[in-house]
T-cell receptor
Protein backbone atom coordinates (compact mmCIF):
# COMPACT_ATOMS: atom_id res chain seq x y z
CA UNK A 1 0.00 0.00 0.00
CA UNK A 2 1.33 3.46 -0.89
CA UNK A 3 -0.01 5.05 2.26
CA UNK A 4 -1.76 8.39 2.38
CA UNK A 5 -0.73 10.55 -0.56
CA UNK A 6 -0.72 14.32 -0.48
CA UNK A 7 0.06 16.86 -3.14
CA UNK A 8 1.74 19.18 -3.58
CA UNK A 9 4.47 18.61 -0.99
CA UNK A 10 5.41 22.28 -1.01
CA UNK A 11 3.38 25.28 -2.09
CA UNK A 12 4.50 28.88 -2.18
CA UNK A 13 1.90 31.42 -3.15
CA UNK A 14 1.14 35.08 -2.84
CA UNK A 15 -1.45 36.52 -0.53
CA UNK A 16 -4.88 36.57 -2.11
CA UNK A 17 -4.32 33.55 -4.34
CA UNK A 18 -6.37 30.38 -4.19
CA UNK A 19 -4.64 27.29 -2.83
CA UNK A 20 -5.84 23.72 -3.26
CA UNK A 21 -4.34 20.86 -1.31
CA UNK A 22 -5.06 17.28 -2.31
CA UNK A 23 -5.23 13.99 -0.47
CA UNK A 24 -5.68 10.36 -1.42
CA UNK A 25 -6.46 8.20 1.63
CA UNK A 26 -5.52 4.58 2.08
CA UNK A 27 -7.91 2.33 0.19
CA UNK A 28 -10.63 0.95 2.43
CA UNK A 29 -10.32 3.61 5.10
CA UNK A 30 -13.62 5.25 5.95
CA UNK A 31 -12.37 8.26 7.90
CA UNK A 32 -10.35 11.16 6.51
CA UNK A 33 -8.94 14.00 8.57
CA UNK A 34 -7.37 17.34 7.66
CA UNK A 35 -4.95 18.88 10.18
CA UNK A 36 -2.88 22.04 10.31
CA UNK A 37 0.37 22.17 12.26
CA UNK A 38 2.19 25.30 13.41
CA UNK A 39 4.77 25.93 16.10
CA UNK A 40 2.38 28.18 17.97
CA UNK A 41 -0.75 26.03 17.93
CA UNK A 42 0.53 22.50 17.39
CA UNK A 43 -1.56 19.99 15.44
CA UNK A 44 -5.11 21.22 14.95
CA UNK A 45 -7.99 19.24 13.51
CA UNK A 46 -9.68 21.26 10.78
CA UNK A 47 -12.35 18.87 9.50
CA UNK A 48 -13.04 15.18 9.22
CA UNK A 49 -15.12 13.00 6.94
CA UNK A 50 -16.78 9.64 7.49
CA UNK A 51 -17.75 7.73 4.37
CA UNK A 52 -17.15 10.89 2.31
CA UNK A 53 -19.55 12.96 4.44
CA UNK A 54 -18.21 15.94 6.42
CA UNK A 55 -18.95 15.27 10.07
CA UNK A 56 -17.34 18.14 11.96
CA UNK A 57 -15.85 21.27 10.42
CA UNK A 58 -15.75 23.30 13.62
CA UNK A 59 -11.97 23.47 13.38
CA UNK A 60 -11.99 25.28 10.05
CA UNK A 61 -10.64 28.71 10.96
CA UNK A 62 -12.94 30.78 8.77
CA UNK A 63 -15.00 30.85 5.62
CA UNK A 64 -11.91 31.15 3.47
CA UNK A 65 -11.33 27.46 4.12
CA UNK A 66 -13.40 24.73 2.50
CA UNK A 67 -13.00 20.97 2.11
CA UNK A 68 -14.62 18.38 -0.10
CA UNK A 69 -14.53 14.65 -0.50
CA UNK A 70 -16.26 13.77 -3.76
CA UNK A 71 -15.41 10.08 -3.47
CA UNK A 72 -13.69 7.59 -1.19
CA UNK A 73 -10.29 8.08 -2.79
CA UNK A 74 -9.93 11.84 -2.99
CA UNK A 75 -10.28 14.94 -0.87
CA UNK A 76 -9.35 18.60 -1.28
CA UNK A 77 -8.75 21.45 1.12
CA UNK A 78 -9.10 24.85 -0.46
CA UNK A 79 -8.09 28.25 0.86
CA UNK A 80 -9.47 31.26 -0.97
CA UNK A 81 -8.12 33.89 -0.62
CA UNK A 82 -4.93 32.83 1.12
CA UNK A 83 -3.25 34.97 3.79
CA UNK A 84 0.27 34.88 5.31
CA UNK A 85 -1.15 33.54 8.58
CA UNK A 86 -2.28 30.41 6.72
CA UNK A 87 1.37 29.40 6.36
CA UNK A 88 1.69 26.00 8.03
CA UNK A 89 2.08 22.30 7.33
CA UNK A 90 -1.21 20.68 6.37
CA UNK A 91 -1.59 16.98 7.02
CA UNK A 92 -4.18 14.57 5.76
CA UNK A 93 -4.76 11.36 7.70
CA UNK A 94 -7.02 8.37 7.23
CA UNK A 95 -8.14 5.40 9.31
CA UNK A 96 -10.45 2.41 9.25
CA UNK A 97 -13.12 2.64 11.95
CA UNK A 98 -11.76 3.61 15.35
CA UNK A 99 -8.25 2.34 14.79
CA UNK A 100 -4.96 4.13 14.40
CA UNK A 101 -4.58 7.06 12.07
CA UNK A 102 -2.14 7.07 9.18
CA UNK A 103 -0.73 10.44 8.25
CA UNK A 104 0.31 11.63 4.83
CA UNK A 105 3.67 13.37 4.31
CA UNK A 106 2.08 16.80 4.58
CA UNK A 107 1.99 19.91 2.43
CA UNK A 108 4.17 22.81 3.55
CA UNK A 109 2.31 25.98 2.59
CA UNK A 110 4.00 29.36 2.52
CA UNK A 111 1.92 32.43 1.76
CA UNK A 112 3.94 35.57 1.07
CA UNK B 1 -7.52 24.86 29.49
CA UNK B 2 -6.34 22.80 26.56
CA UNK B 3 -7.79 19.32 26.53
CA UNK B 4 -4.45 17.54 26.27
CA UNK B 5 -1.41 18.99 28.00
CA UNK B 6 2.23 18.16 27.49
CA UNK B 7 5.43 19.82 28.60
CA UNK B 8 6.97 21.24 25.44
CA UNK B 9 10.51 20.54 26.61
CA UNK B 10 13.05 20.06 25.33
CA UNK B 11 13.72 17.03 27.46
CA UNK B 12 17.39 16.19 27.22
CA UNK B 13 18.68 12.78 28.31
CA UNK B 14 21.99 10.98 27.81
CA UNK B 15 22.22 7.97 25.57
CA UNK B 16 21.24 4.81 27.42
CA UNK B 17 19.06 6.59 29.97
CA UNK B 18 15.30 6.31 30.46
CA UNK B 19 13.26 9.13 28.94
CA UNK B 20 9.93 9.83 30.62
CA UNK B 21 7.28 11.78 28.71
CA UNK B 22 4.06 12.85 30.35
CA UNK B 23 0.59 13.87 29.26
CA UNK B 24 -2.56 14.92 31.10
CA UNK B 25 -6.06 15.17 29.68
CA UNK B 26 -9.29 16.83 30.78
CA UNK B 27 -12.07 14.58 29.40
CA UNK B 28 -12.80 11.84 31.94
CA UNK B 29 -14.76 9.94 29.30
CA UNK B 30 -11.69 9.39 27.13
CA UNK B 31 -11.18 5.74 26.30
CA UNK B 32 -8.10 5.40 24.17
CA UNK B 33 -4.71 7.02 24.20
CA UNK B 34 -1.95 7.20 21.64
CA UNK B 35 1.68 8.22 21.41
CA UNK B 36 3.00 9.46 18.08
CA UNK B 37 6.59 10.22 17.22
CA UNK B 38 7.34 13.04 14.78
CA UNK B 39 10.80 13.61 13.38
CA UNK B 40 11.61 17.11 12.20
CA UNK B 41 10.05 17.76 8.81
CA UNK B 42 8.15 14.47 8.83
CA UNK B 43 4.63 13.36 9.64
CA UNK B 44 3.52 11.82 12.94
CA UNK B 45 3.77 8.04 13.21
CA UNK B 46 2.06 5.90 15.83
CA UNK B 47 4.39 4.13 18.25
CA UNK B 48 2.09 3.09 21.10
CA UNK B 49 -1.56 2.95 22.06
CA UNK B 50 -3.20 2.01 25.34
CA UNK B 51 -6.80 1.52 26.42
CA UNK B 52 -6.64 0.05 29.92
CA UNK B 53 -5.19 1.28 33.19
CA UNK B 54 -1.70 0.05 33.86
CA UNK B 55 1.35 -0.53 31.71
CA UNK B 56 1.77 -1.69 28.16
CA UNK B 57 5.21 -2.62 26.91
CA UNK B 58 6.53 -2.87 23.37
CA UNK B 59 10.25 -3.29 23.05
CA UNK B 60 11.98 -0.29 24.59
CA UNK B 61 8.69 1.59 24.92
CA UNK B 62 6.24 1.43 27.82
CA UNK B 63 2.97 3.33 27.93
CA UNK B 64 1.39 3.91 31.32
CA UNK B 65 -2.22 4.95 31.89
CA UNK B 66 -3.95 6.16 35.03
CA UNK B 67 -7.52 7.14 34.24
CA UNK B 68 -8.30 8.23 37.80
CA UNK B 69 -5.51 10.79 37.60
CA UNK B 70 -6.17 11.49 33.90
CA UNK B 71 -2.55 10.87 33.17
CA UNK B 72 -0.71 8.93 30.48
CA UNK B 73 3.02 8.58 30.08
CA UNK B 74 5.59 7.09 27.74
CA UNK B 75 8.85 5.62 28.94
CA UNK B 76 11.70 4.99 26.54
CA UNK B 77 14.37 2.70 27.92
CA UNK B 78 17.95 2.66 26.68
CA UNK B 79 17.38 5.94 24.81
CA UNK B 80 19.21 6.29 21.53
CA UNK B 81 20.10 9.43 19.55
CA UNK B 82 17.65 8.15 16.91
CA UNK B 83 14.86 8.61 19.48
CA UNK B 84 15.38 12.37 19.28
CA UNK B 85 12.06 13.67 18.00
CA UNK B 86 8.85 15.31 19.13
CA UNK B 87 6.41 12.99 20.88
CA UNK B 88 2.72 13.77 20.54
CA UNK B 89 0.12 12.51 22.97
CA UNK B 90 -3.36 11.97 21.49
CA UNK B 91 -6.55 11.26 23.38
CA UNK B 92 -9.71 9.99 21.70
CA UNK B 93 -12.83 11.89 22.59
CA UNK B 94 -16.38 10.82 21.89
CA UNK B 95 -17.70 12.84 18.98
CA UNK B 96 -20.95 13.16 17.09
CA UNK B 97 -22.22 10.12 15.26
CA UNK B 98 -20.69 7.72 17.76
CA UNK B 99 -17.15 8.06 16.51
CA UNK B 100 -14.00 8.72 18.51
CA UNK B 101 -11.79 11.56 17.37
CA UNK B 102 -8.28 12.27 18.65
CA UNK B 103 -7.22 15.50 20.27
CA UNK B 104 -3.47 16.05 20.17
CA UNK B 105 -1.19 17.68 22.67
CA UNK B 106 1.41 20.09 21.37
CA UNK B 107 4.16 17.56 21.86
CA UNK B 108 7.34 17.18 23.89
CA UNK B 109 10.68 17.57 22.18
CA UNK B 110 13.14 14.85 23.20
CA UNK B 111 16.88 15.16 22.67
CA UNK B 112 19.08 12.15 23.32
CA UNK B 113 22.74 13.18 23.39
CA UNK B 114 25.62 10.73 22.94
Amino acid sequence: DAGVIQSPRHEVTEMGQEVTLRCKPISGHDYLFWYRQTMMRGLELLIYFNNNVPIDDSGMPEDRFSAKMPNASFSTLKIQPSEPRDSAVYFCASRQGGTRQYFGPGTRLTVT
Amino acid sequence: QKEVEQNSGPLSVPEGAIASLNCTYSDRGSQSFFWYRQYSGKSPELIMFIYSNGDKEDGRFTAQLNKASQYVSLLIRDSQPSDSATYLCAVNRHASGGSYIPTFGRGTSLIVHP
